[in-house]
């Protein structure tokens, strides 16, 4: 049983970057969500099965804490409906954690996850290409594109996150068709990312491939200076293909920085305050932030944090900042390449929340359970992590070697 959660679990990480644009509809939902529910009818026979649990590390148990308290602002919350079904999302999103830390036990489970992330990333920047050469959209004069069912701004940092992680298998991949799947993302993610016109993306985008240039600037520093030499080429080939007008909203960023309203979030981010300062400790509910912001239903907070701050209050967002805390001593834990990858991937993600309502995610919390289990195997096996992390040309060819490839 355990071998088929595993298996499960893979297919999980691959699915969650492009789910949205997978939806068979009521009941079942979009396609992670089918193959989470798989998971864990799975998962918990194959736990009882082993007659074990693995013991939850702090992380863990701040996960549980956060997801219990925003269970028991149903008690108090202005909106119930919106709690109740914030309730069973948030059971959906916050499994991922326990699922990555019981069921990945190696360094090389967790570089399978990761093959398993940067490819489902794949999918996406495919999507959003496919979109990009479309009919339809070339008919509607569109100038921001999309994989299907996906918001722009939310496919830009799906992509971004992808881009250390790829970084961080090219570096370490010793078979050929690894290399290919890390080294092709990264130029068709940043297409991919130019495509949707995020300006907050493009930002989070820079970033992440600055991280990804200090990563390979060891191990493959011809190629990076080679990327760099080819950035005017690349840049007068996206000039010619991509629509001015795409390129021109992306042109808006340091306007907007300086004394833009943000797309309009200033008045969405002072509405949510005033909510937040109505019910400080406590919060209005789950899932209540527009009704406690008197916004349109289709709005966001486009913050985390003041996302969490209205619909849980102080004693949640402590219980946020804890999280994000202890995944960030977690990436510290590993050495190397790994922790450069992992740190970078937090840094964009902890950017990409400013504008960005991300508790919501499933990749959040897989990317949190995955640093989680590099902080375990950091402890517990920290040569074999190293070796199965090092620079494929430096790894030794005599001592320890990496796990086998699963």
Known sequence: MRKIAWVLLLL????????????????????????????????????????????????????????????????????????????RAFFQEMMIVWLVWEFADSPSDLRA????????????????????????????????????????????????LGFPLAALLLNSESRWPARLLALGYLPLGLVAV??????????????????????????????????????????????????????ERLATIPAQLQGGDL??????????????????????????????AGLDPLDTAHNTALSILVSGGLCAFFLAVGIVALAARSAMQTHG???????????????????????????TWLLLGMIALAGRLAVEEPQRLAACFAAHAERPKFGISPEPVV
Do not use: M
């Not at 979030?265 to 899932?287: C, K, M, Y």
């Open 12 to 87: 999980f990480a691959f699915a969650i970057p492009w789910e949205y644009s997978l939806d068979l509809g009521e009941p079942l939902g979009n396609v992670a969500r089918v193959v989470g529910l798989l998971l864990l009818l799975v998962a918990i026979p194959a736990v009882l099965q082993a007659g074990r649990l693995r013991t939850p590390g702090p992380l863990q148990w701040l996960v549980l804490a956060f997801y219990l308290w925003f269970c028991g602002s149903y008690f108090w919350t202005i909106e119930p409906l919106a709690t109740l079904e914030k309730i």
């Open 113 to 160: 996850l990761l093959r398993a992330t940067v490819a489902g990333s794949w999918v996406l920047a495919a999507l959003t290409l496919a979109n990009f050469a479309s009919p339809e959209a070339i008919a509607a004069g569109q100038i921001r594109f999309v994989a299907a069912g996906q918001d722009p701004n939310d496919v830009a940092r799906f992509l971004d």
């Open 194 to 247: 130019l495509l949707t016109a995020s300006r907050g993306g493009f930002l989070a985008a820079v970033v992440a491939l600055a991280g990804c240039a200090l990563l390979l600037l060891r191990s493959h520093a011809r190629g990076v200076i080679a990327g760099t030499l080819a950035l005017p080429v690349i840049a007068t080939a996206l000039w010619f293909s991509v629509p001015h007008e795409t390129l």
């Open 263 to 292: 797309n309009q979030r200033l008045n969405i981010w002072s509405a949510g305050w005033h909510a937040f300062v109505r019910a400080p400790w406590f919060g209005t509910g789950a899932g209540s932030f527009v009704s406690a």
């Open 337 to 363: 390449p790994l922790r450069l990858a992992l740190a970078t991937a937090l840094l964009v993600w902890v950017i990409t929340s400013l504008v960005a309502t991300v508790e919501e995610n499933r990749t």
